[in-house]
C-alpha cells in the first residue's frame, strides 16, 4: 500500500483536501500534515492521519518523514516564501524523493525529481480553450468530471502483459497508449507492458475503478476479465457428486481471491433432494448469489444476462460440461478464464504449477500465475522441458524471475529431458495453469497423436486447472 504526504495551508489547500476525502482512497495511506483547523473537513477516513505544526520547521517536518518510507509528497501552500522553505526541507532530508509542488508564483523550482503545478500556466491554458481554433486539453473535455484519465501500467499489475483485446472494458474504452514517449496505434493485438501510459474514456465513477484496478500491483485475479466466480449448473446432465465437486471448487475459490462474489447458476433442476444439498453447501457463504431456471432459456441466454449482470469473471465448470459443444462454443466467446474442475481435493492443493510452451503464450500468463499464487498462497513450480536453453526459452525464465521478485515469492524451475506429462503426473496437490486453446474440447481418441503438453495436460482428470484466453 502506497505511502502519500500532504503538506496544507491555504484556500487551495482547504478544497482540495475535501476533494480527496470524498474519492475512493482506500488502496493509499496518507498523512496530512495542516497548519489550521479551519482547513481540515468534517470526513475523516481511517487512511488518513493528520498532524497539526508548521511544515517549514526543519526539525518537526524531519521527525514525521524519518519515521516512514513515502512514496509521494504533495506540497500545497498559500504562501511563496513558506514553499520555498518547504522545499529545501524535503531537499535536505531526501534529496531523491519524488514530489509535487503547488506553484502560483511562478517560482523557478529545477531538479528531476519535482513535479511543478504551476497554477499561472494552467489558468492561462483555461483562457487560451476559451478562444476559437484552438484545441482543448483532456482536463477541460466534456462535462469535466474526469472522463479522460492517464494511467501508467505499474510493474506486477495484472492489466501487464495483457493484449488489449484480452481486457474486459466495459462502460470504459482504452483509446490512446503511450510507450517511451511514443504513441502506438491501439489494436487488440497490442500487448500493455509496465510503465505504458494508456489513456482512458468512460463514465467517472468507472475510470475511479480501472485505475484502482489498474494501479494495484497484484491480488486482483479474475481482474481484468471481470470480478466474480460463476458456478455454472445443469442438473440434467450432471450427476449430483459433479454438481457438489464443483461448489466445493467455487466456494474455496470465492473464500480466497479477492471481493469476489460466488454466483451459482442452476438450470434444468431436477430433484428437490439435489437442490436442498446445493442450498445447503453454499448456506454458510454470505456474498453469494443463487439462480434458478425453471424454464429451460438455454446456457446462451443465460451467460449473456448473467454475464452483464453479475460481472463475471471466471467460469467453474466440470469435465461434464466441457464435453457438450453448445456450453463449450458459448464460453469460448466470453473470453472469460475456466476452473476446469478435477477429481483432486482442492482444498489440499499446495503448489501452482506450469509446464512451459510457446514464448508470447507463456509470456501473457505469468503475470496471472503470479497473482492467483499470491492470493491461494501457492507455491510455484515451473516445468521447463526443454534443457537445450534456446533463446526464447532463457528469456521467459528470465521473465519469470523477474516477476517473482516483484511479486516477492519463491519459484521453483525444473528443467530437465523427461516427458512433461510424467512429471505432471507425478505430482499431487496441484493447481496448474494454462492457456486456453479451442483444440482442448475437440476429441482426441489416441493422445499420441499430438505432442502439445498444453493439450495433453488438459486431459489429465484428476488435476484442477485453471484455463487463461490468450491471444496466439
Do not use: C
Not at 487512511?47 to 504533495?74: A, C, E, H
Not at 445443469?234 to 471448487?249: G, H, I
Not at 446456457?299 to 448473467?306: A, G, P, R, Y
Not at 509446464?355 to 498462497?377: R, T
Amino acid at each position: 500500500m502506497k505511502r502519500v504526504l500532504i503538506l496544507l495551508d491555504g484556500i487551495v489547500a482547504k478544497n482540495l483536501l475535501k476533494r480527496l476525502v470524498e474519492l475512493d482512497t482506500s488502496h493509499s495511506v496518507y498523512d496530512i500534515v495542516y497548519t489550521k483547523d479551519s482547513l481540515l473537513s468534517i470526513k475523516k477516513p481511517s487512511n488518513f492521519t493528520f498532524y497539526k505544526f508548521d511544515p517549514t520547521s526543519l526539525s518537526k517536518l524531519k521527525l514525521i518523514m524519518t519515521k516512514v518510507s513515502y512514496n509521494n509528497i504533495l506540497v500545497v501552500l498559500g504562501n511563496k516564501d513558506d514553499t520555498i522553505s518547504v522545499i529545501e526541507n524535503i531537499r535536505s532530508i531526501n534529496q531523491n524523493i519524488f514530489f509535487n509542488v503547488y506553484n502560483e508564483w511562478d517560482i523557478d523550482l529545477d531538479g528531476k525529481n519535482i513535479q511543478d503545478y504551476n497554477a499561472i500556466d494552467i489558468l492561462t491554458s483555461g483562457l487560451i480553450e476559451r478562444l476559437p481554433n484552438v484545441p482543448v486539453i483532456a482536463q477541460n473535455i466534456g462535462l469535466k468530471q474526469g472522463e479522460i484519465m492517464e494511467i501508467k501500467i505499474p510493474f506486477g499489475s495484472a492489466y501487464a502483459y495483457r493484449y488489449i483485446s484480452s481486457i474486459s472494458q466495459r462502460e470504459w474504452k482504452i483509446f490512446a497508449l503511450y510507450r517511451n514517449n511514443v504513441m502506438l496505434n491501439v489494436r487488440p493485438a497490442l500487448i500493455l507492458k509496465p510503465n505504458d501510459i494508456i489513456l482512458v474514456i468512460g463514465k467517472p465513477k468507472v475510470l475511479l475503478q480501472a485505475y484502482a484496478a489498474i494501479s494495484i500491483s497484484s491480488g486482483y485475479f479474475p481482474i481484468p476479465f471481470g470480478k466474480n466466480i460463476y458456478v455454472y449448473l445443469d442438473l440434467y446432465l450432471q450427476s449430483e457428486d459433479d454438481v457438489l465437486n464443483a461448489l466445493e471448487k467455487g466456494k474455496y475459490l470465492q473464500e480466497r481471491l479477492s471481493n469476489t462474489k460466488l454466483v451459482v447458476r442452476i438450470t434444468r433442476p431436477s430433484t428437490v433432494e439435489t437442490i436442498e444439498k446445493i442450498k445447503e453447501s453454499v448456506k454458510h457463504i454470505e456474498n453469494k448469489v443463487l439462480e434458478f431456471d425453471y424454464h429451460n432459456l438455454g446456457v446462451s441466454n443465460l451467460i449473456t444476462s448473467d454475464i452483464k449482470k453479475y460481472e463475471i469473471g471466471m467460469f467453474v465448470l466440470t469435465n461434464t460440461l466441457l464435453q457438450n459443444n453448445t456450453i463449450v462454443q458459448k464460453i469460448l466467446t466470453t473470453k472469460k478464464p475456466i476452473f476446469k474442475v478435477g477429481t483432486e481435493n482442492i482444498t489440499n492443493v499446495k503448489t501452482i504449477v506450469m509446464v512451459l510452451n510457446a514464448l508470447k503464450i507463456y509470456e501473457q500468463l505469468s503475470p496471472i500465475l503470479f497473482d492467483i499464487s499470491s492470493q491461494l498462497k501457492l507455491k510455484v513450480n515451473i516445468i521447463n522441458s526443454d534443457p537445450t536453453g534456446d533463446t526464447d526459452r532463457t528469456k521467459l525464465i528470465h521473465h519469470l524471475d523477474s516477476l517473482a521478485k516483484i511479486f516477492n515469492q519463491d519459484i521453483k524451475i525444473e528443467t530437465n529431458e523427461k516427458n512433461p506429462m510424467n512429471l505432471l503426473k507425478q505430482k499431487d496437490n496441484t493447481l496448474q495453469i494454462l492457456p486456453l486453446k479451442e483444440g482442448m474440447f475437440k476429441k482426441r481418441l489416441i493422445s499420441f497423436f499430438t505432442i502439445d503438453s498444453d493439450l495433453l495436460s488438459y486431459d489429465l482428470k484428476n488435476l484442477n486447472q485453471i484455463i487463461i484466453p490468450i491471444i496466439e
